[in-house]
Nanobody, 120 residues
Framework: QVQLVESGGGLVQAGGSLRLSCAAS????????MGWYRQVPGKLRELVAS???????NYADSVKGRFTISRDNAKNTVYLQMNSLKPEDTAVYYC??????????????WGQGTQVTVSS
C-alpha cells in the first residue's frame, strides 16, 4: 500500500516561512513527478509547484520567487519551502505523486492535506 504523509503545516504571520514535507512509503518501483497543490473552501484545487524525477521544476505565478520545491529521491520525499508568506497563501496543501507500482503501472496518489494559515 502506497501512502503519502505530509508534515510541516501550521500558523505563521505574514512575511514568515514554513517548510512542508511529504514522504512516500510502501512498495513501489519509482516516483515520477511530485508536486504540491492547495485548496481553499469553495475553490478548485490548484497547482502550487511540481518537480520531475530529474528535478525540473514548475511554479504557479503567484508563488514564483517565494516558494521552492525540492526532492530527495533517496528518501522518497518532496519539500516545499515557503518564504514571504501572504494571507492569500492560506489553504490546505496537498502532496501529489505519480508513482509506478510493481505489476500495477502508474497511478497518481494524494496526501491527506496539511493546513497552512497565514495571519495578517
Amino acid at each position: 500500500q502506497v501512502q503519502l504523509v505530509e508534515s510541516g503545516g501550521g500558523l505563521v504571520q505574514a512575511g514568515g516561512s514554513l517548510r512542508l514535507s511529504c514522504a512516500a512509503s510502501g512498495s513501489f518501483a519509482s516516483i515520477r513527478t511530485m508536486g504540491w497543490y492547495r485548496q481553499v473552501p469553495g475553490k478548485l484545487r490548484e497547482l502550487v509547484a511540481s518537480i520531475t524525477s530529474t528535478s525540473t521544476t514548475n511554479y504557479a505565478d503567484s508563488v514564483k520567487g517565494r516558494f521552492t520545491i525540492s526532492r530527495d529521491n533517496a528518501k522518497n520525499t518532496v519539500y516545499l519551502q515557503m518564504n514571504s508568506l501572504k494571507p492569500e497563501d492560506t489553504a490546505v496543501y496537498y502532496c501529489n505523486a505519480d508513482i509506478t507500482r510493481y505489476g500495477y503501472g502508474n497511478r497518481n496518489f494524494w496526501g491527506q492535506g496539511t493546513q497552512v494559515t497565514v495571519s495578517s
